[in-house]
């Protein structure tokens, strides 16, 4: 397997306020995604991030409100833009080495006030 | 697109005994299931997964059996310990490294 950080592990923040999520890998990979776990629900797919070319965004989530960069193949950065209330979840990046099997890092709890 | 149904949301065993949990999927062109723990504050962990060219697969107290035919797998573990307390997630893709669909996940508990 992959081993995944992320930064921060855990922030609070204010409404109305942006945060800029890291993801880095210990090797190179070509898929990595993004997924938003609200409190005790299950794991929502937010977008797949493409080396080189703009992000792959599921139904619900859009662009400016959750912009990824992947600037290379071991790191991604995930932002959430604009917070509300509702956006306190914890995020996770996921990578597949090999052969479906997906990874996912140890996670970002995000409270917003 | 894809569509996972897992059950039983909840599950309660006695030490010892056996626990199993069921997932469906809608879309036949799906071809791994993989199963996830996690367990309270942690990152999902994958503990076993299955492909779509085999029926069952084992890995000492957990295996997973998978019928193409009515398009569900699940997932049982024996001699459960207190350990084994944790939130279980099933999930779904399709060929090519896509990314996962998940159910809604079985919190189980083991009591001693």
């Known amino acids: 397997s992959a081993v995944i950080s992320q930064k921060p592990s855990r922030d609070i923040c204010q409404r109305g306020t942006s945060l800029t999520i890291q993801c880095q890998v210990d090797?190179?990979?070509?898929?990595m995604f993004w997924y938003r776990q609200q409190p005790g629900q299950s794991l929502t797919l937010i977008a797949t991030?493409?080396?080189?070319?703009?992000?792959?965004?599921e139904s619900g989530f859009v662009i400016d409100k959750f912009p990824i960069s992947r600037p290379n193949l071991t790191f991604s950065t995930l932002t959430v833009s604009n917070m509300s209330p509702e956006d306190s979840s914890i995020y996770l990046c996921?990578?597949?080495?090999?052969?479906?099997?997906?990874?996912f890092g140890p996670g970002t709890r995000l409270t917003v006030l | 697109g894809e569509n996972v149904e897992q059950h039983p949301s909840t599950l309660s065993v006695q030490e010892g005994d056996s626990a199993v949990i069921k997932c469906t999927y809608s879309?036949?062109?799906?071809?791994?299931f993989p199963w996830y723990k996690q367990e309270l504050g942690k990152r999902p962990q994958l503990i076993i997964d299955?492909?779509?060219?085999?029926g069952e697969k084992k890995d000492q107290r957990i295996a997973v059996t998978l019928n193409k035919t009515a398009k569900h797998f699940s997932l049982h573990i024996t001699e459960t310990q207190p350990e084994d307390s944790a939130v279980y997630f099933c999930?779904?893709?399709?060929?090519?490294?896509?990314?996962?669909?998940f159910g809604k996940g079985t919190r189980l508990s083991v009591i001693a």
């Open positions: 999930a779904a893709s399709y060929p090519g490294n896509t990314p996962l669909v």
């Open positions: 090797s190179q990979v070509t898929m």
């Open positions: 879309d036949s062109a799906s071809n791994y």
């Open positions: 299955i492909r779509s060219n085999v």
């Open positions: 996921s990578v597949v080495p090999r052969a479906n099997e997906q990874f």
């Open positions: 991030a493409n080396q080189g070319s703009e992000a792959t965004y």
